[in-house]
T-cell receptor
Framework: SQQGEEDPQALSIQEGENATMNCSYK?????LQWYRQNSGRGLVHLIL?????REKHSGRLRVTLDTSKKSSSLLITASRAADTASYFC???????????FGKGTRLHILP | NAGVTQTPKFQVLKTGQSMTLQCAQD?????MSWYRQDPGMGLRLIHY???????DQGEVPNGYNVSRSTTEDFPLRLLSAAPSQTSVYFC?????????????FGPGTRLTVL
């Protein structure tokens, strides 16, 4: 069963703009992670945020977590063509040994 | 370091055939996992292993077997291929458990079952 659901399913923005995508989940979690997948490639880990954290930054990435709403957002600032990819959230449902991926947001950066 | 390697990159099978997808990592990671990805879907966990000799089922284990005889290798066996197993298969590894540690993914194996 799907735990995390990303929104929107697809997003197109101009290069230089900020991109925001959201993830909602159903059951309580210990941690939430975001991964990126370039077309036809394996996933690459972006960031992990713990349930007791509200916000985390990594370079141009900003992740927020609202456990009361069971939702997270990923903000990519000053987007670049290389950011074109699919972005997935993954949650653990209070288990450390496995994570559940959402269906992803397809981000397309227009030149 | 080669990271996580998968072979083959592409495979076509006929219904009922069996095969093994290979996965190896050279990072001395204890945790390894297999996922499948279908069009428009996220990754779904098939099987995982928290160390040599230990395996467990994920969300969609039916039709697949795994074993973990060494830290480095985690092969996935399709017992009797079915068209529903047409998918892209990814192997991943991490030093800690998937929920608390970054997973490193292989490049994937694209499998078609006719």
């Amino acid at each position: 069963s799907q735990q995390g659901e990303e929104d929107p399913q697809a997003l197109s923005i101009q290069e230089g703009e900020n991109a925001t995508m959201n993830c909602s989940y159903k059951t309580s979690i210990n941690n939430l992670q975001w991964y990126r997948q370039n077309s036809g490639r394996g996933l690459v880990h972006l960031i992990l945020i713990r349930s007791n954290e509200r916000e985390k930054h990594s370079g141009r990435l900003r992740v927020t977590l609202d456990t009361s709403k069971k939702s997270s957002s990923l903000l990519i600032t000053a987007s670049r063509a290389a950011d074109t990819a699919s972005y997935f959230c993954a949650t653990d449902r209070n288990r450390d040994d496995k994570i559940i991926f959402g269906k992803g947001t397809r981000l397309h950066i227009l030149p | 370091n080669a990271g996580v390697t998968q072979t083959p990159k592409f495979q076509v099978l006929k219904t009922g055939q069996s095969m093994t997808l290979q996965c190896a990592q050279d990072m001395n990671h204890e945790y390894m996992s297999w996922y499948r990805q279908d069009p428009g879907m996220g990754l779904r966990l098939i099987h995982y292993s928290v160390g040599a000799g230990i395996t467990d089922q994920g969300e969609v284990p039916n039709g697949y077997n795994v074993s973990r005889s060494t830290t480095e290798d985690f092969p996935l066996r399709l017992l009797s291929a079915a068209p529903s197993q047409t998918s892209v298969y990814f192997c991943a590894s991490s030093s800690g458990l998937a929920g608390v540690d970054e997973q490193f993914f292989g490049p994937g194996t694209r499998l078609t079952v006719l």
